[in-house]
């Protein structure tokens, strides 16, 4: 595996640079950042969806819908993973309504001023954007209803340090729902160590097993598989990417649910 500063360096600049130029990723280019062949994970929002925020909220750099299979509340406190230009932030606020809050939480200071602009321009009082590693967020322990993430979790090196994060901030009975990248079978050494594939989501992607496992490790109960799509990129009998909604929850005060 490469280096874990350097796979943050070029995951901060390859997102920066997306944010600032604007020249890929977008519904009206949907074609895949990261060069000829590689994978259009395609997260499929809705156009009525899309239709309702400001343009260039969503970036196409998704894998997934997780604000479709979290089951958010009015009046409930979300935070977003590696929120980008805050697609799943405005959605998911849209959900909890004027007594809720979305607290989005990413790295790259282009992104942050890119959705910090995308909330004024639709009106999202109750949306906010804070800098941050996810392994280790600007978000108070036990303070939050639900954790969501679009294809995120996989460009962090320490999936473990994650999970317990998501654990700490998450109050009793809390749930988290991610969307991400994950792997059948044995990957490849040469996407592994490949530093421009973890920058696409694919060089640190995890085993599906052992992705649901890491949840369950970190305390989690119920982590269950809500959606799941199969690509062909790269398929061989040995070796398949796949991308996974997952959900889990927090046992609450009284040891469960």
């Not at 749930?175 to 640190?204: E, H, S, T």
């Not at 929850?249 to 040891?255: I, L, V």
């Amino acid at each position: 595996m490469p280096d874990r500063a350097a796979i943050r360096e070029i995951v901060k600049s390859k997102y920066g640079a997306i944010a600032e130029s604007n020249e890929c990723c977008t519904p009206e280019q949907p074609a895949p950042c990261c060069g000829a062949g590689a994978v259009d994970f395609a997260p499929g929002y809705t156009p009525e969806e899309l239709s309702a925020l400001p343009r260039g909220a969503e970036l196409g750099l998704g894998c997934g819908r997780p604000t479709a299979h979290a089951e958010i509340r009015p009046g409930e406190i979300v935070v977003d993973l590696g929120s980008g230009a805050g697609v799943d932030c405005f959605l998911a606020a849209k959900a909890v309504g004027e007594r809720g809050l979305v607290i989005g939480v990413d790295m790259t200071d282009a992104m942050l001023e890119k959705a910090r602009a995308n909330a004024q321009i639709g009106g999202f009082a109750n949306v906010q954007f804070r800098k941050g590693e996810i392994d280790r967020m600007p978000i108070d322990s036990g303070s939050v209803d639900l954790v969501i993430s679009n294809c995120v979790i996989n460009l962090v090196p320490d999936k473990v340090r994650v999970f317990r994060d998501i654990y700490r901030v998450l109050g009793p009975g809390g749930r988290f729902c991610v969307a991400d990248v994950v792997y059948k079978g044995r990957m490849p050494a040469d996407l592994r160590n490949d530093l421009d594939q973890w920058a696409c989501c694919i060089g640190g992607a995890v085993e599906k097993d052992e992705y649901l496992a890491l949840a369950r490790n970190a305390g989690f109960e119920r982590v269950a598989v809500k959606a799941e799509v199969d690509y062909d990129y790269r398929r061989t009998d040995e070796f398949s990417l796949a991308s996974v909604t997952v959900i889990g929850y927090k046992p609450d005060s009284n040891g469960g649910r």
